[in-house]
């Protein structure tokens, strides 16, 4: 708009003033081809068509001057023609790289190498970069490098696999079928092969393992310091002598596909299987799949499950996957492993399974591992022993390097997820720290198919209902802790030990072949608290009873390691003996005769706290007769305490019969 603004003013002055164009206003119209430069670079002719003619000014011809001068333009009141302005074009600029010269070869050969040598060396650098950051991130964000808390990772699933894996190669019928796959099946099916050698025997249990011994769980098995052979879940008893935990071999037992084509019968055992309930009128027992397995005669020896503590069973998840009740194979496995790398085990409990596990775990762990016990009583095993001799073990126990709380209870418990640790808050104000939590209060007897097979409990005991010869029907019957039976002696009891499972299996094996036994026997229990100090004991054992201990001074022959040297037999059930020959004099003699004994060696009297009770002899007493006997420190001689169970008299003075045990000599 400015330069046409500019065109108009010229054209104005030209047309009114009447003056000619002068040679230097020529330049004016020079700059017109600027506008098509800027605004058009190609003129619509239709829309502007050619230049309209100059209008000439209404004005009169200027007089004559002199013959010299001469106008410059023969139409000097107008600007000369216009013409057609030129259309911008631009100019041709020449390649300058055609100029360069020509290469001798190709540039690729030069330039491919180098291209690839920079695009790895490119490569390699941001790997560098990558991981050199990723590192320094690592360090910035990672907290100190701290010492193993324990085990962090979740609990291992306890997975149990079913050998076989279908129902269908499980046979529909057999002849002899055990439920259940402990101590006490494992001698009922002996006895019933030694009756009857082709007898075929199928075994059905819920646990992934073939028979094993669950003593040495908590003692010698934890003494052993070959990682593998605790891999292989073999031990060295006291003596040294090493000895698997199974019962059996694997190639033992039959396949269980092969069980019934077998001529010569056998054992076959069913792994991972569990009977839900029993039809005791068609004698048929259903898997938990829902098939039937029908049967002549059937043993019921579902053992035992461990007892919780409130507290623990209603905590949250995370808390419970550090509480262990220890039981199994799986449970030892699980619990070795963590006492690897733990800095601190509680075990709450102070009866056999938890002094025993106290001793093992302190003796194992000695220079990195605290052991806590704590429990209700005063005293280790103070349900069973005497005080005063409660509070002697319990020194021993504390000498073992363990922790010992007595008069203690657990009133609550949360997790430290910072250290991975559980807070146990006690009931004397303190608080213990500790990575596992072991509960051993005691065992209840597993019972889960009675009241859908229609089989009788007992109250207040607990357990299947059986009579003497272990029958809760004529073809069913009863073995190990689930059974409530008849003692002829004591009255109906439950008892909880291997030596039991021993008897009343082998008991109910032979009646299940037609022996028809009365149970008379009067079963044993022993604890060892480390290959220095362990004890028998057979009948009621109960420190509410009134006790009578003797004791004498011990030689280094009275230990549990001793008598496994002496026997090379770690199971001291299976080491009773008859009664040894210098002690049948006091045998043969009546009560009367043995008052006159020539020498006391002991004076009848109460031991106190603090005494050094090497070995020694405690009586339990109910009306003044002995209904319960505890060896300490003495061992094979556990017949004559049945002897004397069995007598069921008074005695005015249990020195004298202290002396059948040879506790004073030498």
């Given at each position: 708009?400015?330069?046409?603004?500019?065109?108009?003013?010229?054209?104005?002055?030209?047309?009114?003033?009447?003056?000619?164009?002068?040679?230097?206003?020529?330049?004016?119209?020079?700059?017109?081809?600027?506008?098509?430069?800027?605004?058009?670079?190609?003129?619509?002719?239709?829309?502007?068509?050619?230049?309209?003619?100059?209008?000439?000014?209404?004005?009169?011809?200027?007089?004559?001057?002199?013959?010299?001068?001469?106008?410059?333009?023969d139409?000097?009141?107008?600007p000369?023609?216009?013409?057609?302005?030129?259309?911008?074009?631009?100019?041709?600029?020449?390649?300058?790289?055609?100029?360069?010269?020509?290469?001798?070869?190709?540039?690729?050969?030069?330039?491919?190498?180098?291209?690839?040598?920079?695009?790895?060396?490119?490569?390699?650098?941001?790997?560098?970069?990558?991981?050199?950051?990723?590192?320094?991130?690592?360090?910035?964000?990672?907290?100190?490098?701290?010492?193993p808390?324990?085990?962090?990772?979740?609990?291992?699933?306890?997975?149990?696999?079913?050998?076989?894996?279908?129902?269908?190669?499980?046979?529909?019928?057999?002849?002899?079928?055990?439920?259940?796959?402990?101590?006490?099946?494992?001698?009922?099916?002996?006895?019933?092969?030694?009756?009857?050698?082709?007898?075929?025997?199928?075994?059905?249990?819920?646990?992934?393992?073939?028979?094993?011994?669950?003593?040495?769980?908590?003692?010698?098995?934890?003494?052993?310091?070959?990682?593998?052979?605790?891999?292989?879940?073999?031990?060295?008893?006291?003596?040294?002598?090493e000895?698997?935990?199974?019962?059996?071999?694997?190639?033992?037992?039959?396949?269980?596909?092969?069980?019934?084509?077998?001529?010569?019968?056998g054992?076959?055992?069913?792994?991972?299987?569990?009977?839900t309930?029993?039809?005791?009128?068609?004698?048929?027992?259903?898997?938990?799949?829902?098939?039937?397995?029908?049967?002549?005669?059937?043993?019921?020896?579902?053992?035992?499950?461990?007892?919780?503590?409130?507290?623990f069973?209603?905590?949250?998840?995370?808390?419970?996957?550090?509480?262990?009740?220890?039981?199994?194979?799986?449970?030892?496995?699980?619990?070795?492993e963590?006492?690897?790398?733990?800095?601190?085990?509680?075990?709450?409990?102070?009866?056999?399974?938890?002094?025993?596990?106290?001793?093992?775990?302190?003796?194992?762990?000695?220079?990195?591992?605290?052991?806590?016990?704590?429990?209700?009583?005063?005293?280790?095993?103070g349900?069973?022993?005497?005080?005063?001799?409660?509070?002697?073990?319990?020194?021993?126990?504390?000498?073992?390097?363990?922790?010992?709380?007595?008069?203690?209870?657990?009133?609550?418990?949360?997790?430290?997820?910072?250290?991975?640790?559980?807070?146990?808050?006690?009931?004397?104000?303190?608080?213990?720290?500790?990575?596992?939590?072991?509960?051993?209060?005691?065992?209840?007897?597993?019972t889960?198919i009675?009241?859908?097979?229609?089989?009788?409990?007992?109250?207040?005991?607990?357990?299947?209902?059986?009579?003497?010869?272990?029958?809760?029907?004529?073809?069913?019957?009863?073995?190990?802790?689930?059974?409530?039976?008849?003692?002829?002696?004591?009255?109906?009891?439950?008892?909880?030990?291997?030596?039991?499972?021993?008897?009343?299996?082998?008991?109910?094996?032979?009646?299940?072949?037609?022996a028809?036994?009365?149970?008379?026997?009067?079963?044993?229990?022993?604890?060892?608290?480390?290959?220095?100090?362990?004890?028998?004991?057979?009948?009621?054992?109960?420190?509410?009873?009134?006790?009578?201990g003797?004791?004498a001074?011990?030689?280094?022959?009275?230990?549990?390691?001793?008598?496994?040297?002496?026997?090379?037999?770690?199971?001291?059930?299976?080491?009773?003996?008859?009664?040894?020959?210098?002690?049948n004099?006091?045998?043969?003699?009546?009560?009367?005769?043995?008052?006159?004994?020539?020498?006391?060696?002991?004076?009848?009297?109460?031991?106190?706290?603090g005494?050094?009770?090497?070995?020694?002899?405690i009586?339990?007493?109910?009306?003044?007769?002995?209904?319960?006997?505890?060896?300490?420190?003495?061992?094979?001689?556990?017949?004559?305490?049945?002897?004397?169970?069995?007598?069921?008299?008074?005695?005015?003075?249990?020195?004298?019969?202290?002396?059948?045990?040879?506790?004073?000599?030498?």
């Amino acid at each position: 708009m400015f330069r046409i603004s500019k065109i108009a003013s010229f054209l104005t002055r030209t047309a009114c003033h009447n003056h000619a164009v002068n040679i230097h206003k020529q330049t004016e119209w020079q700059r017109l081809p600027v506008l098509s430069r800027f605004y058009s670079k190609n003129m619509d002719r239709d829309r502007f068509g050619e230049c309209p003619p100059c209008k000439k000014p209404n004005c009169k011809t200027p007089a004559p001057r002199s013959p010299d001068c001469k106008p410059i333009t023969d139409e000097p009141c107008g600007p000369p023609p216009c013409k057609r302005l030129p259309q911008y074009q631009d100019c041709p600029r020449p390649n300058r790289m055609n100029d360069l010269p020509e290469p001798d070869c190709p540039y690729q050969d030069h330039d491919g190498p180098r291209k690839r040598k920079r695009l790895i060396l490119l490569i390699v650098g941001t790997i560098i970069f990558l991981a050199s950051a990723a590192a320094m991130y690592k360090i910035q964000t990672t907290p100190p490098p701290r010492k193993p808390k324990g085990k962090k990772k979740s609990r291992r699933p306890h997975i149990v696999k079913k050998i076989p894996c279908e129902s269908k190669c499980i046979p529909k019928e057999v002849p002899y079928l055990l439920i259940g796959g402990g101590t006490a099946a494992f001698s009922a099916f002996r006895a019933i092969k030694s009756a009857d050698p082709t007898a075929k025997v199928l075994v059905m249990t819920s646990e992934g393992d073939f028979p094993y011994m669950r003593p040495p769980l908590s003692k010698e098995i934890w003494f052993n310091e070959d990682q593998e052979a605790v891999k292989n879940l073999t031990f060295k008893q006291w003596n040294g002598s090493e000895r698997s935990l199974f019962y059996e071999p694997e190639d033992f037992y039959l396949n269980v596909e092969e069980l019934m084509r077998s001529e010569n019968g056998g054992v076959a055992v069913c792994k991972g299987w569990s009977i839900t309930h029993l039809d005791v009128v068609e004698r048929k027992a259903f898997l938990d799949t829902g098939e039937a397995i029908t049967y002549e005669k059937c043993l019921i020896a579902t053992g035992a499950l461990p007892k919780n503590l409130d507290i623990f069973a209603n905590a949250e998840p995370k808390i419970q996957e550090k509480v262990t009740l220890y039981r199994n194979i799986f449970d030892f496995e699980e619990l070795y492993e963590i006492s690897e790398e733990a800095k601190a085990i509680a075990i709450v409990g102070g009866g056999f399974l938890g002094s025993e596990l106290a001793c093992a775990l302190a003796r194992k762990g000695k220079k990195n591992l605290r052991v806590y016990q704590m429990f209700r009583e005063g005293g280790n095993m103070g349900k069973i022993l005497p005080e005063y001799l409660s509070f002697w073990t319990t020194e021993k126990v504390r000498a073992e390097g363990v922790e010992v709380l007595p008069y203690t209870e657990v009133t609550g418990v949360r997790l430290k997820e910072k250290d991975d640790m559980l807070i146990l808050n006690l009931s004397n104000g303190k608080t213990v720290s500790a990575n596992q939590v072991i509960v051993a209060i005691g065992v209840e007897p597993n019972t889960e198919i009675a009241e859908k097979s229609d089989l009788e409990v007992d109250p207040e005991l607990g357990g299947f209902l059986v009579n003497t010869e272990l029958q809760a029907r004529s073809h069913l019957y009863i073995a190990g802790d689930c059974a409530c039976f008849y003692d002829t002696k004591l009255g109906r009891r439950r008892v909880e030990h291997h030596d039991h499972a021993v008897v009343s299996g082998r008991l109910a094996g032979e009646n299940m072949t037609g022996a028809a036994k009365p149970y008379w026997h009067q079963s044993m229990f022993w604890s060892d608290l480390g290959p220095d100090v362990g004890y028998e004991a057979i009948g009621i054992v109960d420190s509410s009873l009134p006790t009578v201990g003797v004791f004498a001074k011990a030689t280094s022959e009275d230990t549990p390691q001793a008598v496994v040297t002496a026997t090379d037999e770690g199971i001291r059930s299976t080491t009773e003996e008859g009664v040894p020959p210098e002690c049948n004099k006091y045998v043969k003699k009546d009560p009367e005769q043995e008052k006159l004994a020539q020498e006391i060696r002991r004076h009848a009297s109460k031991p106190q706290a603090g005494e050094d009770f090497g070995k020694g002899v405690i009586f339990y007493l109910r009306d003044d007769i002995v209904v319960g006997i505890v060896l300490w420190n003495v061992f094979n001689r556990m017949n004559i305490a049945r002897q004397v169970l069995k007598d069921e008299r008074k005695y005015d003075d249990l020195n004298e019969v202290a002396k059948l045990f040879n506790i004073h000599e030498e």
